[in-house]
């Protein structure tokens, strides 16, 4: 039996006590499955949670996915039922004796009056591996439900034995049309939202809004309030493009310098260079620079990718590469950002070659195979006469060839 969300986070409008203490984001919270929107995929009625969140028995799962993309509110709904009681756990603020306490409770709860425990547990992935092996004898007994909420690659992040006993949810970023609905919702909703106020929002306002919010809910509905707050105050009701930007917080780019986007913003830009696509490739630029990564870091991928994908197609491409790292060092950001986009584009028009690059693995492969093989004679140093007499240093035949007898491969490298 499933039951309505109820909190006192919900406020009315009308309360202006309440509601001006409680964002108008947490006010306009889904308080059930119908009040959803987005994530089809994910929470679509024959879906792994959709079933769960419309009365089948709950089972622990790990969500991922960007801020304001639903965590949070799925685990709220994932409770509104009679037969378990929600738990809440920060793996910021919370450490192993917390741990303990809880699934004590859990056990108790479930042994004194037949209700289970379903443990919501927020970035669940800055529990360190140690931390999350204490759920695991919890989890497999059923003494609790966990629902982890992470926007980290939990294949990354939470360890094999505790993923391999939870299903990982894919939560992604709102689409526009979702953004949009959720703040006509809010426009219109005189209980919760701002509907006794009597808004408008300009259509390029609504664009915009939509466009910067990155699919992010909770910054599309702040906008929409600091808007209303300050249209208000300039006694207007309609809320244009210029109130939206002074309602915008500047959204942190999404990119962890240690963490999974840090690696497929990276491998972005090394492809696009490799694709020959100059504008793409400056575009992951900038969105590495906009978000902090170090300038020097980009400038040794680039060194690397001279040699590893221009190679002996454009021989100056390295030495240019070279100069770029040395620019960077030399002048420092903002102005090394120059240098960078004249090496991006230079290593991104030119022809490409692996040849070398190529011929090495297939070198490090034989060696990996046919281990330390000795050195044929007439390669070997002779300095002393006993040695020159053995025949080390002797110039070779053509029959002995300077690879040593064993090896299975004996070319390596291609011209094609």
Same mark, same amino acid.
């Given at each position: !039996? ?19 203490? $409680?964002?108008?984001?947490?006010? !306009? ?51 509104? /039922?009679?037969?378990?009681?929600? %738990?809440?756990?920060? @793996? $910021? ?11 004590? /409770? ?38 609790? $439900? ?15 034995? +505790? +993923? ?29 939202? +701002? ?6 929002? %300009? ?64 491998? @972005?830009?090394?492809?696009?260079? /490799?694709?020959?696509? $100059? ?20 400038? /040794?991928? !680039?060194?690397? =990718?001279?040699? %590893? ?26 102005? @090394? ?75 390596? =490298?291609?011209?094609?």
């Amino acid at each position: !039996m499933t039951k309505p969300v109820q909190s006192s986070l919900f406020a009315s409008a009308g309360d202006a006590g309440q509601a001006g203490r $409680v964002p108008l984001a947490e006010r !306009m919270r889904p308080r059930s499955v119908d009040e959803l929107v987005g994530q089809a995929a994910a929470l679509g009625p024959e879906s792994f949670l959709g079933r769960i969140l419309r009365g089948a028995p709950p089972r622990s799962c790990i969500l991922w996915g960007p801020p304001g993309s639903g965590k949070t509110t799925v685990s709220r709904l994932l409770t509104a /039922r009679d037969d378990v009681e929600l %738990e809440t756990l920060s @793996a $910021v603020l919370s450490g192993v004796k917390d741990l303990r306490l809880l699934f004590e /409770r859990a056990r108790q709860r479930r042994e004194l009056e037949g209700r289970g425990t379903l443990l919501f547990v927020d970035e669940i992935h800055r529990f360190n591996k140690a931390q999350q092996d204490a759920f695991l004898p919890h989890v497999e007994s059923g003494t609790v $439900v966990l629902v982890g909420a992470t926007t980290e690659n939990p294949s990354f992040e939470v360890n094999g034995p +505790l +993923l391999s006993r939870c299903r990982v949810v894919v939560l992604g970023p709102l689409d526009a049309g979702d953004i949009s609905l959720l703040v006509d919702k809010a426009l219109a909703d005189e209980d919760r939202g +701002l509907g006794k106020l009597g808004l408008a929002l %300009e259509d390029d306002a609504r664009e915009f809004l939509c466009r910067q919010a990155g699919g992010d809910a909770r910054v599309a509905l702040g906008a929409i309030e600091a808007a209303a707050d300050q249209a208000l105050a300039t006694d207007t009701r309609l809320l244009s493009t210029a109130l939206i930007e002074q309602g915008l917080q500047k959204k942190a780019l999404a990119y962890d310098r240690a963490g999974e986007e840090h690696y497929n913003v990276i491998s @972005a830009f090394i492809k696009s260079m /490799r694709a020959g696509d $100059v504008d793409a490739a400056l575009y992951w630029l900038a969105r590495m620079l906009e978000a902090g990564e170090d300038a020097m870091f980009v400038a /040794r991928r !680039m060194v690397v =990718f001279a040699s %590893e994908d221009v190679g002996l197609a454009d021989p100056a491409a390295l030495s240019l590469a070279v100069a770029v790292k040395d620019a960077v060092h030399f002048v420092g950001l903002p102005e @090394a950002s120059i240098n960078l986009s004249h090496g991006v584009a230079y290593l991104a028009r030119a022809a490409k070659s692996r040849a070398s690059h190529d011929a090495m693995l297939e070198a490090t492969a034989e060696v990996s195979e046919t281990g330390s093989l000795a050195v044929p004679r007439h390669l070997r140093n002779a300095p002393t006469q006993l040695m020159k007499d053995l025949g080390y240093g002797r110039a070779a035949d053509d029959a002995s060839g300077n690879l040593p007898e064993g090896v299975t491969r004996r070319k390596f =490298f291609s011209e094609g």
